[in-house]
């Protein structure tokens, strides 16, 4: 039951998360090139906005001894990544996607270990 509990959770995140045209960050304070074309694409907006809410449910996630900083470096990572794109959409996207992926697994993973109630 806590394992149900805990992915109606994360989907309720997801729905909420991927609105039209609205980035994960304010686009009003955008200067890169990699968040500009975010902002001004609406395709990468939705995947930028789907990501940031994986990431808010998978951030909330209790992690094991060390399991935050993997977390952390993971993300910087990402936007190490993001900015090396520049304004290039096709990259940017295969970035994103990438990455959701990857959180879904990661959430998956973990609702699925979770012990029986």
Not at 46 to 67: H, I, K, Q
Request: charge should be positive.
């Amino acid at each position: 039951m806590r394992g149900t509990a805990l992915l109606a959770a994360a989907l309720a995140v997801l729905g909420m998360a991927a609105p039209a045209q609205a980035a994960s960050f304010d686009c009003a304070k955008a200067q890169a090139p990699d968040e500009r074309a975010i902002c001004a694409n609406p395709t990468l907006s939705a995947l930028d906005s789907e990501m940031g809410g994986l990431w808010f449910a998978y951030s909330r996630l209790p992690m094991l001894m060390g399991g935050n900083g993997n977390r952390h470096d993971e993300a910087r990572a990402f936007l190490t990544s993001r900015a090396a794109c520049g304004a290039d959409a096709p990259c940017l996207t295969a970035l994103y996607q990438s990455r959701i992926s990857t959180l879904k697994q990661q959430i998956t993973a973990y609702i699925k270990a979770l012990p029986p109630l």
